[in-house]
């Protein structure tokens, strides 16, 4: 899954990322509800984790603005206002879930599952396919050419974003705070490092190279001729 979490305390945003990362999920971290409301409405999410007490708009507000928008992404309110006129309201203002502080890692990992299976949006329920690529985000899996290929958590995590954006240039910047969140050192050449990885097991199954690079931007996953 495709998650954007909305927090501002550094020590939950670093709890939470790092744990949906570990679980192989690509995770966006925004700290306000302005940035929040920016990300949903350029990107695509399976899923929003939605802080109530944000610096600037609340989370209420954040999810009546989605919700106003059109936008169906689930999101799951975090707070530690457990009253149940609180939760009520959460509900009420579009959110489809509501996780209390402190809340057990499992739990959150478990309500995300739930929402999965709901099926609320076109990514949850179906598999991930670009030519003969084929990854099935429930299981974390991948098939090249019909033959499973295998990959460390990091390397999906890296393939599934460039599979997500199949086409269009990802930077490595954008590519290395996918795979590596917070993480990452801007100094490093992991980008670089796990693409040759990715490439190589990816060519192991099918002779066409996929993963291209762009000099000066970074890869594409492009059938074809180079870009």
């Known amino acids: 899954m495709r998650i954007l979490v909305v927090e501002d305390d550094p020590a939950i945003s670093r709890f ?19 940035s929040a409301l920016a990300m949903v409405a350029a990107e695509e999410y399976d899923a929003v984790v939605l802080d109530l007490m944000l610096p600037d708009l609340d989370g209420f507000k954040v999810c009546s603005q989605m919700r106003a928008a059109g936008l169906d992404t689930p999101v799951i309110m975090v707070t530690a206002r ?14 489809d879930d509501y996780l209390v502080k402190p809340f057990a890692f499992e739990e959150l990992l478990a309500r995300l599952r739930a929402l999965d299976r709901r099926g609320r949006t076109r990514h949850l329920s179906g598999l991930l396919v670009y030519g003969p690529i084929t990854i099935d985000p429930r299981a974390h899996t991948v098939r090249v050419a019909g033959s499973p290929v295998s990959l460390t958590a990091t390397e999906y995590r890296l393939l599934e974003c460039l599979v997500r954006r199949a086409e269009a240039v990802v930077t490595r910047d954008q590519l290395a705070q996918h795979v590596w969140g917070g993480e990452y050192d801007p100094l490093s050449n992991n980008a670089d490092v796990y693409v040759g990885y990715v490439r190589r097991k990816l060519q192991a199954a099918t002779p066409e190279p996929l993963i291209q690079t762009v000099r000066g931007l970074g890869y594409m996953l492009r059938q074809g001729r180079p870009a």
């Open 16 to 34: 939470v990322v790092s744990g949906l990362t570990e679980e192989r999920h690509l995770v966006d971290l925004v700290a306000d509800g302005a």
């Open 82 to 95: 457990d009253a149940v006129s609180d939760r009520i309201a959460g509900l009420d203002c579009g959110a």
